[in-house]
């Protein structure tokens, strides 16, 4: 079983930066890839990155492209998402998210299984 925890959330000035972090509670992350989510209140749950189990074809949001970094430690069984030159509008609570296999679209909150609790991010202007 996967049991992610994010970590990292926070408030922060509009141009300030955040790392976020996911890591399992129980079986090893290093396995699956992983993708991170948003939603703000009263919005639908977004997709902002994913990255593959072996650092591979990372994926960003039109609305982050630039300013985001995903990374992952295997070593160290975590993801990282970097934010930078956050905005207002990324305020959301972030999650974590992992598929049950290779066969999913990561587009899609819908199609990952394994999920953690969120982390709040709230960028003032």
């Known amino acids: 079983q996967v049991q992610l925890v994010e970590s990292g959330g926070g408030l922060v000035q509009a141009g300030g930066s955040l790392r976020l972090s996911c890591a399992s509670s129980?079986?090893?992350?290093?396995?699956?890839?992983v993708g991170w989510f948003r939603q703000a209140p009263g919005k639908e749950r977004e997709f902002v990155a994913r990255?593959?189990?072996?650092?591979?074809?990372?994926l960003y949001a039109d609305s982050v492209k630039g300013r985001f970094l995903i990374s992952r430690d295997n070593a160290k069984d975590t993801v990282a998402l970097q934010m930078n030159s956050l905005k207002p509008e990324d305020t959301a609570v972030y999650y974590c998210?992992?598929?049950?296999?290779?066969?999913?679209?990561?587009?899609?909150?819908?199609?990952?299984?394994?999920w953690g609790q969120g982390t709040q991010v709230t960028v003032s202007s």
């Open positions: 998210a992992a598929p049950r296999d290779e066969y999913y679209n990561p587009y899609r909150h819908d199609e990952y299984y394994y």
């Open positions: 129980g079986r090893t992350l290093s396995i699956y890839a």
């Open positions: 990255i593959r189990w072996n650092g591979g074809t990372l």
